[in-house]
């Protein structure tokens, strides 16, 4: 067979963006995104062994503006994740496959996340 005339596997062009595609694909970012805050939890952890001068850099930096919005989107990562997690729990049980209930659960995955990012933010800074 001539390379014209073999089939073509589907492009992207023909699938339609769904909300369960974009939670899978949140869902591995967000984990990639937890291994490198893992870091600097460790970076946090050596600090404050090493002494106080390292442990008020480590505490200035996560005191920063930059320091804390990378905070934040790691705690936000954290909570995805484990709805993430939760939503293929239940998927593992085989409850929530049809196509209107995968959707619904990706919506509140985010939904979910997003809501409880703020709420564990707003606990943090009113304490």
């Known amino acids: ?13 023909i699938y339609r963006f769904r909300p369960t595609m974009a939670m899978s694909i949140l869902h591995r970012i967000t984990g990639s995104a937890l291994y490198v805050g893992t870091l600097l939890v460790v970076w946090w952890l050596v600090a404050a062994a090493s002494g106080p001068e390292a442990f008020s850099t480590a505490s200035w930096f996560f005191g920063s503006f930059l320091g804390r919005l990378i905070l934040f ?5 954290l909570l995805h994740h484990m709805l993430g997690g939760i939503r293929h729990f239940i998927w593992d049980t ?6 209107e209930t ?26």
């Open 102 to 127: 995968s959707t619904k659960f990706a919506v509140a995955t985010l939904v979910g996340s997003l809501g409880l990012t703020v709420l564990l933010w707003l606990v943090v800074i009113v304490l």
């Open 1 to 13: 067979m001539r390379m014209k005339e073999r089939p073509l596997s589907p492009h992207l062009s």
């Open 94 to 99: 085989g409850n929530g496959l049809a196509k």
């Open 73 to 77: 989107g790691y705690s936000w990562a």
